[in-house]
């Protein structure tokens, strides 16, 4: 019994011992940040010795308990955030600083847990004053991160989510916030907003947009993304559409709306409706050669739709149409390799349907028949000398696509050059067996 008492005593003795460590730990965590306070440039080493110390501190089970341990973890990290805010609006080093991510972060948490555990009046108010004032550092590190190059949202988002979970707390305890001005807190919605939409967070921006909707906040931005986030259910297209339809009539000369609104079109493969909205884009920015293109597409798949339907004169017009955007592309952009091919391709493909219609009069004896027969070899053969300059310079820009390889291999074996067909043969066997080529056979010729 005597050596049982004695072990528990042991024991008791090493909890003592280790509470006192902990509490010790936070007293000198906050003693090493007012010696950091009294010369911040001189005592720099005296905030990573706060860091160490009040993670010493905070693993201590009882410490862990008080607020105060989290009052001081708040305050050292927010000092860590301010000091970096400070050195890039001065353009000071940084290196003496600790070397710790996410300080503002880091801070809020802490002083939500102080919140939390708090049970004096004082504690309270400490609090409320440090959630206020990291407010401002998760601003700052969210809109930092948005203007990094490497632009991590997920990180952005975590930074203005915490601003906005601070607000709404703040707000619960009657409490002050940065973000009561109706407009900054607006903007804070729409930043969030943002990063959850770049983040994959689509539930979290749907909710941030609808409410910035709802609220008629002035930014065309919200009408794309609820499209882009609703239209993600196919069968919810129309509801998707309702948000471009709405914002390009609140914001008509917005290009973004406008292109939402094609690409909308595109996806439903309304070639009707695409043709003003393109033109209309076509006004907006005469210089975007991909404008053009993406017209002389359209008119592309209308034609070959009346042709398949036998209306001629219809087809033709279409064609022409076709061709005359394609020829507008490259003569703004020489190098358009989507313009340059679509030309080729659209007599390519009208050599392909004539072909079709001479192998069924094939099978006919006539001499009506055969005088048709021989006109259409020579029309085809007409079609295939107009696409192989427009494949050939098509080649000499990207000289790995498949689709031109087997154009130039089909054209030349139609002109009896055996000999050029099996190079681009030979070249297409190479690509498709997932080799890149060096270099063009044409710009090397």
């Known amino acids: 019994m005597k050596k049982l008492i004695l072990a528990l005593a042991a024991v008791l003795m090493v909890a003592t011992v280790g509470a006192q460590n902990g509490k010790k730990a936070v007293r000198k965590a906050s003693r090493a940040l007012g010696t950091f306070n009294l010369n911040t440039s001189e005592n720099q080493s005296s905030l990573q010795e706060a860091v160490d110390l009040i993670e010493t501190g905070e693993q201590d089970p009882e410490m862990a308990k008080e607020a105060k341990t989290y009052l001081t973890k708040g305050e050292i990290f927010n000092t860590i955030a301010n000091q970096y805010v400070i050195a890039a609006q001065l353009g000071q080093p940084t290196e003496g600083l600790p070397k710790v991510e996410d300080a503002a972060l880091k ?3 802490a002083y939500l847990k102080a919140l939390d555990l708090a049970e004096k009046r004082y504690e309270r108010k400490d609090s409320y004053a440090g959630l206020q004032q990291v407010q401002g550092h998760l601003l700052n590190a969210g809109i930092a991160i948005f203007q990094n190059e490497e632009q991590d949202f997920g990180k952005a988002f975590e930074n203005f989510q915490m601003a906005l979970d601070i607000h709404d707390k703040l707000k619960e305890e009657k409490e002050d916030s940065r973000l009561d001005n109706e407009e900054q807190y607006q903007q804070q919605v729409y930043l969030a907003g943002l990063a959850a939409l770049n983040s994959g967070r689509t539930d979290v921006a749907k909710g941030h947009f609808q409410e910035l909707y709802e609220a008629g906040y002035e930014e065309p931005a919200i009408y794309e993304s609820l499209y882009k986030i609703v239209a993600q259910d196919t069968s919810k297209m129309e509801e998707a559409y309702e948000y471009i339809e709405e914002g390009r009539k609140k914001y008509p000369d917005e290009v973004s709306l406008l292109f939402a609104e094609i690409n909308h079109f595109l996806r439903l493969g309304k070639m009707d409706e695409l043709i003003g909205k393109l033109k209309e884009a076509i006004k907006a920015e005469p210089s975007n050669v991909s404008l053009y293109s993406t017209l002389g597409s359209v008119y592309d798949q209308l034609y070959q739709k009346q042709a398949e339907a036998g209306k ?45 219609e001479q192998q069924k009069l094939a099978e006919k004896y006539d001499k009506e028949s055969l005088k048709r027969y021989n006109a259409l070899q020579k029309e085809i053969f ?58 063009s056979y044409f710009k090397d010729q």
């Open 107 to 109: 801070a809020a948490k």
């Open 312 to 356: 001629d004169e219809k087809a033709n017009e279409y064609f022409d149409k076709a061709l005359d955007y394609y020829q507008q592309a490259v003569d703004k952009d020489p190098e358009s390799v989507d313009a340059v091919y679509s030309i080729g391709a659209l007599y390519f493909n009208r050599a392909a349907a004539l072909t079709q």
């Open 382 to 439: 007409q079609e295939f000398e107009k696409a192989l300059p427009y494949f050939k310079k098509a080649e000499s820009i990207e000289p790995n696509d498949i689709n031109t390889l087997i154009a130039l291999k089909e054209i030349y074996a139609r002109k009896d050059d055996l000999e050029m067909s099996k190079v681009f043969k030979e070249r297409f066997d190479r690509v498709q067996a997932g080799e890149t080529l060096e270099s």
